[in-house]
């Protein structure tokens, strides 16, 4: 009886191990399917390569001060770089010529805050939206790969990688969230170290403080950061206050909304009824804040047209649907998963920033006025340091809901100009502003620089919305017309469709 017990025994232990290993497993692929990782790869039909060595002439070109175009010039690339920038009748006798038609050069956008997460595709969207350089602020193991490949001649963007974001949690709850949510988990000062230190090592380009990292271990992270000589980036962590950013490494933070969020902890909570006295008191205190981030050099990205929208995915989820350009969006993304409470997803049953069910007409009223306090305490804010000066570089948080790589970027630009950002400044924000913080070599047109260029049919310093009407990207020297650039789109709108799970004629 004894031996029967035990076997028992031992066969609903191996059924256990198995049940576990086969959630495990499930549970896994799913998140990498909400990731992209299954997306189908796109495989656009492009011409190759033309000559390394041409001229790009009759072009009024973006002067590095990014304030007024200089018209009549030719832009010389060999190599991948800007060799020179001269009159467009001073092009050295037998270099290739081509004709810029007098249309308005300027150099290579950034998004300084997207999610590359797994999907490739996202990559080609970015170079047909005129977007070469990215600022990923959670790059896993498989981005890294990419930017090794975009060196070496791969199409995408440049990209500048942002360790997974720093957290802190116990550890049973710490080992899902770093595995659901792709985090770095840590709990003593010496596993922040050595994670910097880890980072640094493997070529990351900067670590990120998230807003669950507790007070110890962002100190931590200063400390390391200085000692690693890598940059400190990212949120500002509930556990810290405004005192303990100006103490700290971070030379700049994610989201102008971070403000929002540390302004309210100090003024105590708001909530609706409390939503007037709020937006006074972040009035009272912008001047304050601004003053310090220009006294400590920290730099702010704005993420402006996302905060707008919260609001917005809550009462009508289904007019912004409509109005994303949701056929390049990554699939996976899009929609979502169920199996964690913080999924990715964008579609109405799973959309991240949607009501809660059954919620009262009475709370949807008091929610409404909370988030556009909400929306309202981030202009004020906005507006502040861009008076002061503070160095603001454009982002959208691209591949959140409903930002779509690449698309998102323009959409940013609409909302910087509303918030009376001149079109100038709006495209510092995304050319000379990034490209200083990051240390790249491109930004501006002048040479030696890296020949990352966009040509636009319009004039974006009379209207920014110009910057959508792109009739030729150069990416890394290589020239890809309006043709080309069609391809790229199409090539992922079809692998994207043949990878989805929701039909998108809904939207």
Not at 159 to 162: C, P, R
């Given at each position: 009886?004894?031996?029967?017990i035990?076997?028992i025994?031992?066969?609903l232990c191996?059924?256990?191990?198995?049940?576990?290993?086969?959630?495990?497993?499930?549970?896994?692929?799913?998140?990498?399917?909400m990731?992209?990782a299954?997306v189908?790869?796109?495989?656009p039909?492009?011409?190759?390569p033309?000559?390394?060595?041409?001229?790009?002439?009759?072009?009024?070109?973006?002067?590095?001060?990014g304030?007024?175009f200089?018209?009549?010039?030719?832009v010389?690339?060999?190599a991948?770089?800007v060799?020179?920038?001269?009159?467009?009748?001073?092009?050295p006798?037998g270099l290739?010529?081509?004709?810029?038609?007098?249309r308005?050069?300027?150099?290579g956008?950034t998004?300084?805050?997207?999610h590359?997460?797994?999907?490739?595709?996202?990559l080609?969207?970015?170079v047909?939206?005129?977007v070469?350089?990215?600022?990923?602020?959670n790059?896993?193991?498989?981005?890294?790969r990419?930017?090794a490949?975009?060196?070496?001649?791969?199409?995408?963007?440049d990209?500048?990688?942002?360790a997974?974001q720093?957290?802190t949690?116990?550890?049973?709850?710490g080992a899902?969230?770093?595995?659901?949510?792709?985090?770095?988990?840590?709990?003593?000062?010496?596993q922040?170290h050595?994670?910097?230190k880890?980072?640094?090592?493997?070529g990351y380009?900067?670590v990120?403080?998230?807003s669950?990292l507790?007070?110890?271990?962002?100190?931590?992270?200063?400390?390391?950061?200085r000692?690693?000589?890598?940059?400190?980036?990212?949120?500002?962590?509930?556990?810290i206050?405004?005192?303990?950013l100006?103490?700290?490494?971070q030379s700049e933070?994610a989201?102008?909304e971070?403000?929002?969020?540390i302004l309210?902890?100090?003024?105590g909570g708001?909530?609706?009824d409390?939503a007037?006295?709020?937006?006074?008191?972040?009035?009272?205190?912008?001047?304050?804040v601004?003053?310090?981030?220009?006294?400590?050099g920290?730099?702010v990205?704005?993420?402006?047209?996302?905060?707008?929208?919260?609001?917005?995915?809550k009462?009508?989820?289904?007019s912004?649907?409509?109005?994303?350009?949701l056929?390049?969006?990554?699939p996976?993304?899009a929609?979502?998963?169920v199996?964690?409470?913080r999924?990715?997803?964008?579609?109405p049953e799973v959309?991240?920033?949607?009501?809660?069910e059954?919620?009262?007409?009475?709370r949807?009223?008091r929610s409404r006025?909370?988030?556009q306090?909400?929306?309202?305490?981030?202009?004020i804010?906005?507006?502040?340091?861009?008076?002061?000066?503070?160095?603001i570089?454009?982002?959208t948080d691209?591949?959140?809901?409903v930002?779509?790589?690449?698309f998102s970027?323009?959409?940013e630009?609409?909302?910087?100009?509303?918030?009376e950002?001149?079109?100038a400044?709006?495209?510092?924000?995304?050319?000379?502003?990034?490209?200083?913080y990051?240390?790249?070599?491109a930004g501006?047109?002048?040479?030696?620089?890296?020949?990352d260029?966009v040509?636009?049919?319009?004039?974006p310093?009379e209207d920014?919305?110009?910057t959508?009407?792109?009739?030729m990207?150069?990416?890394?020297?290589r020239?890809?017309?309006r043709?080309a650039l069609?391809?790229?789109?199409e090539s992922?709108?079809v692998?994207?469709d043949?990878?989805?799970k929701v039909?998108?004629?809904?939207?």
């Open positions: 009886m004894l031996k029967w035990v076997r025994g031992l066969g191996v059924l256990a191990l198995l049940g576990m290993v086969s959630t495990y497993v499930f549970i896994d692929r799913e998140l990498n399917r990731y992209g299954f189908e790869v796109a495989e039909d492009l011409p190759p033309g000559p390394g060595a041409y001229a790009l002439v009759d072009v009024n070109v973006l002067a590095p001060e304030d007024v200089v018209p009549g010039q030719a010389v690339v060999d991948g770089l060799r020179s920038v001269v009159p467009a009748d001073s092009v006798a290739e010529t081509v004709d810029g038609q007098g308005y050069l300027i150099p956008l998004d300084s805050h997207v590359l997460w797994q999907s490739e595709n996202d080609l969207v970015y047909a939206n005129g070469t350089q990215v600022r990923d602020m790059t896993v193991p498989v981005n890294l990419w930017r490949e975009i060196e070496e001649g791969r199409i995408g963007p990209i500048f990688a942002v997974p720093f957290a949690f116990g550890p049973m709850e899902f969230v770093g595995w659901t949510q792709r985090k770095t988990i840590v709990r003593t000062g010496d922040v050595d994670a910097v880890e980072f640094s090592d493997e380009d900067a990120k403080a998230s669950f507790d007070k110890a271990g962002y100190e931590a992270m200063s400390d390391a950061t000692a690693q000589g890598i940059k400190l980036v990212g949120h500002l962590p509930i556990a206050g405004l005192d303990d100006w103490a700290s490494n933070v989201h102008v971070e403000f929002v969020k309210d902890r100090e003024f708001y909530g609706p409390e007037d006295a709020f937006l006074e008191y972040v009035r009272e205190r912008s001047g304050d601004s003053a310090r981030m220009i006294e400590q920290i730099s990205t704005s993420t402006l047209a996302l905060v707008d929208s919260f609001q917005r995915q009462t009508d989820l289904h912004e649907l409509d109005a994303a350009e056929a390049y969006e990554n996976g993304i929609e979502g998963t199996i964690t409470s999924g990715m997803g964008w579609l959309n991240i920033y949607r009501w809660p059954g919620l009262t007409d009475d949807k009223v006025v909370y988030w306090a909400y929306a309202d305490a981030q202009h804010l906005f507006d502040a340091f861009l008076k002061a000066g503070v160095p570089m454009a982002g691209a591949n959140v809901p930002r779509v790589p690449g970027l323009h959409e630009f609409v909302a910087l100009q509303a918030a950002m001149s079109p400044q709006i495209l510092a924000s995304a050319t000379s502003v990034p490209s200083d990051m240390g790249s070599n501006r047109i002048e040479a030696g620089r890296e020949a260029l040509l636009l049919r319009g004039n310093l920014i919305a110009a959508q009407e792109i009739d990207v150069v990416l890394d020297g020239r890809l017309d043709d069609d391809a790229l789109l992922v709108k692998a994207n043949a990878s989805r039909a998108l004629e809904q939207f």
